[in-house]
């Protein structure tokens, strides 16, 4: 494969201290994985524990995807974290749903929804350079939005085969 033409895009969104919010796109599979392990793995060194994958334009995950997916939730883990996953589309949702692997990773319908399982402490505003916030330092005028004190917060998505 050229290095010209990529197949997968990982852009940095949020960058606070112990949280990091990054969009994955494109595809993860074989020829990518070498380039999400290397591009993710260091943001987890940089010392975020807590990292949120925004998932909104990842097109296809193989199984090789789906190991580096399993890989940073244990090297997050090690550090006291966890890796939460955020807006899967339908085929990423399947093979997690196919493969059980969404009964060891955290996932959740959007970015606001993974944020508030994010310890207060180290919770970074949603969204970045947003409108106006409450104390806690999240946007309010946006359905993206979840107070942690609300039962629906920290659901996930449904673990039931389709």
């Known amino acids: 494969m050229s290095q010209g033409k990529r197949r997968l895009t990982i852009t940095t969104v ?10 994955v796109a494109g595809e993860l599979d074989v020829h990518a994985e070498r380039q999400f392990l290397d591009e993710s793995g260091a943001v987890i060194a940089a010392g975020h524990r807590f990292l949120v994958l925004d998932l909104t334009a990842l097109r296809f995950c193989d199984s090789r995807g789906l190991n580096c997916l399993l890989a940073l939730e244990w090297l997050c883990r090690r550090m006291n974290g966890r890796l939460l996953l955020a807006s899967l589309g339908v085929r990423v949702l399947h093979v997690l749903l196919v493969t ?37 330092g999240r946007d309010t005028g946006d359905d993206d939005d979840v107070k942690t004190g609300d039962g629906d917060a920290h659901r996930s998505y449904d673990r039931e085969q389709p």
């Open 14 to 23: 949020v960058d606070a201290q112990e949280c990091a919010v990054l969009r």
């Open 100 to 136: 059980r692997a969404v009964e060891a990773l955290a996932c959740f319908p959007t970015v606001g929804h993974a944020l508030a399982a994010v310890p207060a402490e180290v919770r970074p505003a949603w969204p970045p350079g947003g409108g106006p916030a409450d104390g806690d």
